[in-house]
């Protein structure tokens, strides 16, 4: 059923963290393309951020997000009173090497307590959506479960409406771009110091998470913060910098290299997680944990010939539109 059609479509609940808008981050917009794309096929969406919303009027509760757990859990502590379907997007990787890596010991081990709700939830759901099959085979080793899976990937688009670079950011080029929180996970600061090793301007742009780890970032030569930048205003700065990194502790895929990559720029990016599922050999991979690995490969990946098949491939398989789809017969199985 489209919708239009006249006969009103099944209710999902969408449920996210209050701060879904405010904190802007992937999650919230996997949220809002999937919320956008069911509407357009005929479910009636409700995107619910309170636990003391009233869930009986839903035909269906969908959670987002089991890396940040306490929101998700009290959600799905509310649907269980219901007996209703019970969905999942998870957005999720094991995030203890991090830890352990970092030296967060209070982290870590309230990441390891929390497995027994991830655990729950997941053994829980009618269906479970994670990105990748890499993710899912992160998802069975952590939490050692088995639940339903459909493998429903990230995705892209072009902005509808295509804005020119401002003449300020244009001045820095040619530049490395970043498109991420601000924040030590992201592993900004790595890229800014090998940047700056040989003479490359990085622009940065997002949520500055840790002001104190961006005031660092900014005290090395030829590094600049753009703030954040929305969709339309990000698409100019993806299109004309000559290289994006993501050189992360993590990313599933980081859709900053997707929408990179559809604007026709060259990627660098991780390889823990799940991004090598999405960019094959189309990007190049550094790996956060090893002490020269970026500085090896920025200087490859900056040397390294434009990639048009990165776009086309990304255009292939990665467009939102062909990305969500998936869902669809997978809802009409489970009565939705």
Not at 70 to 92: D, G, N
Not at 303 to 314: G, N
Request: charged fraction near 20%; charge should be positive.
């Amino acid at each position: 059923m489209k919708s239009g059609e006249g006969k009103i479509g099944k209710i999902l609940f969408l449920c996210i963290r209050s701060d879904f808008l405010t904190n802007f981050a992937g999650d919230s917009k996997f949220l809002l393309k999937t919320a956008d794309f069911l509407s357009r096929n005929g479910f009636s969406v409700h995107i619910c951020r309170s636990v003391d919303e009233d869930l009986s009027r839903c035909d269906a509760v969908w959670l987002f997000n089991l890396t940040r757990l306490t929101e998700t859990y009290a959600f799905f502590t509310a649907s269980q009173k219901l007996k209703k379907p019970l969905l999942l997007t998870p957005i999720f990787w094991d995030l203890s090497r991090y830890y352990q890596y970092s030296g967060d010991t209070e982290k870590l081990a309230q990441w390891e307590y929390d497995r027994q709700f991830r655990r729950e939830i997941l053994s829980s759901c009618s269906m479970v959506f994670p990105a990748s099959t890499a993710e899912y085979a992160c998802l069975k080793t952590d939490c050692q479960t088995d639940f339903p899976c459909t493998i429903v990937y990230s995705g892209a688009s072009e902005p509808v409406q295509k804005l020119p670079l401002p003449r300020e950011i244009a001045a820095r080029k040619p530049y490395v771009f970043c498109s991420a929180r601000i924040c030590r996970r992201k592993n900004q600061l790595v890229l800014c110091q090998a940047a700056a090793a040989v003479g490359w301007n990085v622009l940065l742009a997002g949520k500055a998470e840790d002001l104190p780890y961006l005031q660092q970032c900014l005290a090395l030569p030829h590094v600049f913060y753009l703030g954040f930048l929305r969709e339309t205003a990000l698409w100019p700065v993806f299109e004309n910098a000559a290289l994006h990194v993501l050189c992360s502790f993590v990313e599933t895929p980081g859709l900053a290299s997707l929408e990179a990559g559809l604007a026709g720029t060259k990627v660098l990016t991780t390889k823990i997680g799940s991004a090598h599922e999405y960019f094959q050999d189309l990007a190049v991979y550094c790996n956060p944990y090893q002490k020269d690995s970026l500085s090896n490969t920025l200087a490859a990946a900056l040397s390294r010939p434009s990639q048009p098949a990165l776009q086309q491939h990304i255009r292939s398989f990665f467009l939102w539109e062909n990305c969500l789809q998936p869902l669809l017969p997978c809802l009409h199985r489970l009565g939705l």
